[in-house]
């Protein structure tokens, strides 16, 4: 039997990773975890997807059990602001789209939309957002939504076989460095066994293959799996075995960020429930309110703008609050790894790949290549076959989410600056310039967009595609020949519900400093 793990790194990818591990096979495997205690992780990671719900479902763990101890919020979309021009803002909430007589109700509001403001009509959550909301109330209640928490037939899910049975309406966010905290304590209360110390040496033996790690103070580890959480260094996966880095920075230019964590006084300022994404002169700043502080970065692209300018700007946008902070700079390795998984080595984290933060990937891409870990867990035979699988699901993930993102930069309305011009002109991957002729004509449907799995159903693409405004979109023609009646009568009982919701619901901050 094929039993003992290696962990190289600490960071949430190392922490989920033995956590999970644990959590699945429990002391059927032995799992060392071995974290430098020279090198910090990047621990910027904040802002999640719906479905890491599932994740802390499969570790046993409750909202009350992590969330106070990681300054935990929710988040019930992506705002984006100033991308089309300064003073526009649209969400890209965790809500299902409806469909009327056939059509999504967003082909309807191109033909009939009551506002001009898709993501209001189209989705309860833009007002609940706006006013500041809780999506649950102060009982702990769930604001009805087609999605029944406690369901059987959810129970036990991964992410993909999930995706579009029904829509969680949030998401979190938190300081990911005291997530890996809580989870290095949940791990080893389990028999993860934990090391602190640097890996020097990576020995392989005649076929190439990991035999053991020399570190600086207890000797050789070995192992029969070894898991490579070194983040953007890629000790393992890519310095010791060569695997190549395939680079995505053709077509997503921004490598590099600066973040502050500013401390705040939430009772005070309150809790918007959404990471906020606001275009800047060569990028753009993320803001995500936590318990006791707000987290904030300039994403942009060097060739476009020094790392001085870039914290010069941060701090303006944020204010005095920022004055005492020290600015965090960041370079970031934009792409993916050619094969996650070579020989007896798998990546996951940074170290597997990574895209810029825009849509908040990165912890997705970590449980994504845990929950398959699982799945095509490797035997004594080493069968290659669940290896080539295990690679293709991971790099299908990241090839989507890449094309998802490369949409924001080319549907973006904004052409001011020489930044956002080159949007428009760059290269962008074929299969999605083949999408975009499509997506002209007729919205994006799962018959058009990224064909394999990713996380991001076709109603993510259609909000940011009329969020963004630059590309011209229609509705289909069929909709002409059509009565309209049902549409109106949708867009009024989202209208109507919204308004209950927006009476009802208490504020978010008073959410969380209650469940403290
Ligand atoms: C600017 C920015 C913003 C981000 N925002 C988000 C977000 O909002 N949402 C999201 O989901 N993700 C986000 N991410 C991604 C997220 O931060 C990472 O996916 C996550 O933190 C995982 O990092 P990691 O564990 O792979 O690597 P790291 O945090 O870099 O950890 C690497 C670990 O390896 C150890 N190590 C390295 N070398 C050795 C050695 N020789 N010996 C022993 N140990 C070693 C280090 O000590 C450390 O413990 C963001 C990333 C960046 C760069
Ligand atoms: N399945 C993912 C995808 C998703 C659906 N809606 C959103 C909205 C945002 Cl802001 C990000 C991601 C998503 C999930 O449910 O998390």
Redesign the pocket.
Known sequence: MLDRVVI???????WMTASYLKAAFEDRVDITL???????????????FSDIRHFFEFLGLKEKDWMPACNATYKLAVRFEDWREPGHYFYHPFEQMRSVNGFPLTDWWLKQGPTSRFDKDCFVMASVIDAGLSPRHLDGALIDQPFDEGADEMQGLTMSEHQGKTQFPYAYQFE?ALL?KYLTQYATDRGVKRIV????DVRLDDRGWISGLR?AEHGELTGDLFID?????G?LLNKALEEPFISYQDTLPNDS?V?LQVPMDMAKRGVLPC?TATAQDAGWI?T?PLMGRVGT?Y?YAKDYLSPEEAERTLRAFVGPAAADVEANH?R?RIGRSRNSWSRNCVA????SG?V??LE???????HHAIEQLVKYFPAQDWNPVRRDLYNRAVAHVMDGVREFLVLHYVAAKRTDTQYWRDTKTRKIPDSLAERLELWKAQLPDSETVFPYYHGLPPYSYMSVLLGMGGIEVAHSPALDLSDGAAAEREFAQIREKTERLVATLPKAYDYFARMR
């Open positions: 190289v790194g600490g960071g949430t990818a190392g071995v974290e430098s205690g020279n090198i910090s992780t990047v621990g910027v990671g904040e802002a999640t990911a890996a110390d640097d890996v020097q570190t959480c070194t983040g953007f260094r000790l960020a973040a990471t993320w995500i970065g994403v960041i970031m996951v984290g940074l170290a990574f810029e933060p908040s990937t990165g912890i997705f891409f970590i």
